[in-house]
C-alpha cells in the first residue's frame, strides 16, 4: 500500500493554553499529510478539482496517545487503504521526531462527487493511483 511520511515542526498557534498542541489541530496535520501524499503521487488536491473531482471527508477518527507540544518536530506518516471501493480512506500514524512515540493514529474516509455534487466511483485515474504499491515508485 503506498504510504508517505511528511515532516512539521508545532508552531505555537497550535498549542492550547496547556502548552500541548490542541487535539483538533491532529485532523489539520492529517490533512497535511494527505496533500502531501498525493502530490507524492503525482496529482495535487488542485488537480483532482480541476478534473471535475472533489473528495469531501464523510468520516474522521483520532486516538490520541500522548500529546505533542510547541516546537517539536512530528512525523506524519499517511497510507492510503486500496481496500476501500467507494470513495478514498487515508490511514495516519503521528510520532514525535525526536523519540519516535506515537502520538495519534487515526483514518479519514472521503466521498468521491463530481464538481456538481454527485456521489460516484474515484475515477479511474484515482483508482489507478491508489492502487499502486510503494515499489512502484522507484
Given amino acids: 500500500m503506498p504510504t508517505h511520511a511528511t515532516h512539521y515542526r508545532v508552531i505555537y498557534g497550535d498549542t492550547d493554553q496547556m502548552g500541548v498542541v490542541y487535539y483538533a489541530n491532529y485532523l489539520r496535520f492529517f490533512e497535511m499529510g494527505r496533500a502531501a501524499m498525493f502530490r ?18 464523510s468520516e474522521a477518527f483520532c486516538k ?26 487515508f ?14 493514529t487515526g483514518h ?22 491508489i492502487a499502486r504499491k510503494d515499489g512502484d515508485f522507484k
Fill in 40 to 57: 507524492y503521487l503525482g496529482v495535487s488536491y488542485r488537480e483532482i478539482e480541476t478534473r471535475g473531482y472533489v473528495l469531501p471527508v
Fill in 64 to 89: 490520541y496517545h500522548a500529546s505533542a507540544r510547541y516546537d517539536d518536530v512530528i512525523l506524519i506518516e499517511t497510507a492510503l487503504d486500496p481496500g476501500i471501493l467507494s470513495g478514498v480512506k
Fill in 108 to 129: 479519514t474516509r472521503h466521498a468521491c462527487m463530481t464538481t456538481e455534487g454527485r456521489v460516484v466511483r474515484p475515477p479511474q485515474f484515482l483508482r489507478n493511483l
Fill in 91 to 104: 490511514n495516519y500514524t503521528i510520532q514525535r521526531e525526536a523519540d519516535g512515540v506515537s502520538l495519534a
